[in-house]
């Protein structure tokens, strides 16, 4: 079982700073790991997919890095609606089993 | 537009079982693999399962393994969780997703979700 740890679990930041999310998985997951923003009652939104790569219509100051066990989000210069939950997950392609992390909650300081 | 709707959710009793519907429009269904994913009240989200493209492999999490089983009518351009022996701890949204799974080395992530329903069992 892949078990992905996200630190920190709150981060308490103002609009216009830079955001610095982690996720560590228990082994290596090679670069199939995807991130997702969740705002209260809506579902969650994914913002990056094989580590760092945009989806669609994803805000360019969302980028993603990291291979094998360690990955981080970051958030360039945050705007409002982006104080939100963020979430990694891995997908393993080969076993087909899938793996959230906890979250990280991005709140205004 | 690209759109998955979910259906099915409300409050049973625990040993008792749901079906839930995930409806989807405005893309080739048959084309993605799709997924299931639940959310407790006030907790994170938890990955329950996934059905390959066609319906002929679907994977589960340990959680559920044995009592949920998923499947697809591509004909409609349905996803369905059948839901069986459930317990209070199977208390969430449950939110269909899909997943463009044709590489077989790149992980595209889930980038359409429904809007979620609720489940909720209780005594």
């Known amino acids: 079982e892949i078990v992905l740890t996200q630190s920190p679990a709150t981060l308490s930041l103002s609009p216009g700073e830079r955001a610095t999310l982690s996720c560590r998985a228990s082994q290596s997951v090679r670069n199939n790991l995807a991130w997702y923003q969740q705002k209260p009652g809506q579902a969650p939104r994914l913002l990056i997919y094989d580590a760092s790569n945009r989806a669609t219509g994803i805000p360019v100051r969302f980028s993603g890095s990291g291979s094998g066990t360690d990955f981080t989000l970051t958030i360039s210069n945050l705007e409002p609606e982006d104080f939100a939950v963020y979430y990694c997950q891995q997908g393993s392609k080969w076993l087909r089993i899938f793996t959230f992390g906890p979250g990280t909650k991005v709140d205004i300081k | 537009q690209v759109q998955l709707v979910e259906s099915g959710g409300g409050a049973v009793h625990p040993g008792r079982s749901l079906r839930l519907s995930c409806a989807a429009s405005g893309f080739i269904f048959r084309t993605y693999a799709m997924h299931w994913v639940r959310q407790a009240p006030g907790k994170g989200l938890e990955w329950v399962a996934v059905i390959s493209f066609d319906g002929t492999n679907t994977y589960y999490a340990d959680s559920v393994k044995g009592r949920f089983t998923g499947s697809r009518d591509n004909s409609k351009n349905t996803l369905y969780l059948q839901m069986n022996s459930l317990r209070p701890e199977d208390t969430a949204v449950y939110y269909c997703?899909?997943?463009?799974?044709?590489?077989?080395?790149?992980?595209?992530?889930?980038?359409?979700w429904g809007q979620g329903t609720t489940v909720i069992v209780s005594s």
């Open positions: 997703a899909r997943e463009d799974d044709a590489s077989p080395d790149y992980y595209y992530g889930m980038d359409v």
